[in-house]
C-alpha cells in the first residue's frame, strides 16, 4: 500500500529542474506528482513517475543523485474539511508528518504523505474516509 | 621624521659590513644551538667559518615553512627556553601552528623597527593610536602595541570587535592613527557612515595597514573615507611579526629593516638569487634574532626588491607591492588558509566527493570564503534534516582546522569542474577589484 517516490538531489541553480523533465520526458516516463523541497545552496526534487525504476536508471545515468523513498499516497474527496478529518486519525495515532504535498482534480484529490512510521500510517488511513492508493 | 638614522640611513658600505658580521655571529650562534641548521650544515659540508661577508649567504640552507611543521614545537629554537619570555603562533596547514618564541632582546628589536615604521608614518609622541589587530597568540596586535609604546604614542589596545564603540573611541579620544588590516579599515568607513557620521567627525590622519594583501585601489577608497593617510606594514610572524618593513611618505616600496631582517630574492624553482629587480620569492635571514633565528626563509610571498637612496633619505632596499604567492597560501581576513587544510578534512568525510572549490569574495568589505563539495550518491537524503546536519558537520570540522568559519555549497556530484594535471581549487574573486 506504498508507493516509491523519487527522490533527486538539486543544487539551486537554473535549468535543473528543467534537465530532470527532460530526462524524463526523452525516456517516455510520466510526472504524476512533485514538489520541491529547498535550502539556501540545495533542492530535494520529490516525484511520483509512471516507471520508477527506469526513472531512477536513467537519472543516475545523467549523474543525478537519486533516491527512492517509501511515501503513502491517497485519494480524498476535494471537498472543504476532508483532509483535517483524515489528519485528526493520524494525530490521534501519533504519527508524525515528515512533509506531505497534494494535488487536486475534478472530485477528487490525492495526496502524499511522508509519515514517521509508515506501516502505521497505512494502517490508521485505511479505516478512514480515503483510498490508499497501490499506484497512480 | 627618521626614528633611528644611524641604521635606517646607513651607507650602502656600512651597511655591508654591519650584515656581513651579524652573518657570521648568527650562523656560529645557529650551528651550536640549533641541531636542524648544524645538520644541514654538516650535509653541506659547510662549516660557520666559510661564512665571511653577506654575499656568502647564498652558500646556506633554506628555511622552510614545512621545516617549522616538522619540527614543531620548539625544534628550532636556538634559545634555551629559560631565555624565552613570550610565544606567538601562527595557523598551520595541518593543525599544527608554527611557534615563535621570542627573548627579552628579540622583543626590544621588535619594538625599535615598530618604531621606525610608525615614525616613518609620521607618529610622534604627540598621537593617540588605536591597535586594532587582533590581541593574541597573532603577532600583529601586541607586535605593534609595543612598538607605539616604544616610540611614546598614547597606545589605545582595541583589538578588533565592537566596532561602533570603537568608532566612538576614535571620535571621543581623538585618536589619530590606526593599525588594522585593510579590510577592517574599510569596514569601520562603513559603519562610521551607518552611525550617521563621516570622515569629518574623527581626527584619524595615519593608517598602518598590513596581514593581508591590499591594492593601490583599496588605499584610495580608504583614505577617501577615512580622511587619513594609509600606509603598508609588513611582516610575518616566522620572521618576527609587524615591522619587518614600512612605506615612507614616498610610498615608493616598503623600506626594509635590513640591520635584522636580511632580504633576498629568489627564483622559486631553481632556488638561484636573484637580482634587485627581478620579481621572485622573498626571503629573509634573522640577522639579530635569539628565540627562534632563521636562515634564509622562504615566505613565498612574489615580489621585488629596489636599491637605491629613497627621497626620505633613508638608504635600506625597499620592497615592491607583493603580487602574490609561490605556493596556494590564502589570506582570508588576516587568517592564512591553505586548500590542503580544506582537503584534508573533506578526505576525512566520506560523505564527499574528493572534489572541493574555495570561492573567497570579499563582500561589504569583509573576506567570506565559500567551501563547494559534492554530495557522494549515496549519501544523498530524501530528508533535509539530514542533509543539513552533514552540511554543519563539515561547517565545525572547517572551523575548528581554519579557525575560520566558511559558508558550505553543498553541490551535486560530478558538478565541480575536474581539470587535467594540477587542480583548480580556488577562486579568488577579491584580486579582480
Known sequence: MTIKQLSVFLENKSGRINEVAKILGQ?????????MAET?????????VTEVDKAVEVLREASF????????????????GALSTILDNLTEAGIFIEYMYAFAEGNSANVVI?????DRCVEVLVSCPCSVMNKI | MIWNPNKECMSRDEMHALQSKRLQKLVTYVYHNTPFYRNKMQEMDLSPE???TIDDIVKLPFTTKQDLRDNYPYGLQAAPASEIVRVHASSGTTGNPTIVGYTRKDLAVWSEVMARCLTAYGITRDDTFSVSYGYGLFTGGLGAHYGVENLGATVIPTSTGNTEKHIRLIRDLKITGIACTPSYALYLAETLEKMGLSKKDISLR?????????TENMRHEIE???GLKGFNLYGLSEIMGPGVSYECEMQNGSHICEDHFYPEIINPDTLEQLPYGEQGELVFTTLTKEGMPLLRYRTKDL??????????GRTAVRMGRITGRSDDMLIIRGINVFPSQVESVILEMKEFEPQYMLVVDRVNNLDTLQVQVEVRRDFFNDDIGRMLAMKKMLADRLKSVLSIAADIKLMEPGSIERSQGKGKHVIDKRILK
Open chain 1, 27 to 35: 525516456n517516455n516516463i510520466n510526472m504524476h506528482a512533485f514538489s
Open chain 1, 40 to 48: 539556501t545552496d540545495f533542492g530535494i526534487l520529490r516525484l511520483i
Open chain 1, 65 to 80: 543523485a537519486v533516491m527512492l523513498t517509501d511515501v503513502v499516497c491517497i485519494s480524498c474527496d476535494n471537498v472543504s
Open chain 1, 114 to 118: 511522508r509519515p514517521s512510521d509508515i
Open chain 2, 50 to 52: 666559510d661564512i665571511k
Open chain 2, 206 to 214: 595615519v593608517g598602518a595597514f598590513g596581514a593581508e594583501p591590499w
Open chain 2, 224 to 226: 577617501e573615507r577615512l
Open chain 2, 303 to 312: 615580489c621585488t626588491l629596489m636599491t637605491g637612496e629613497c627621497e626620505c
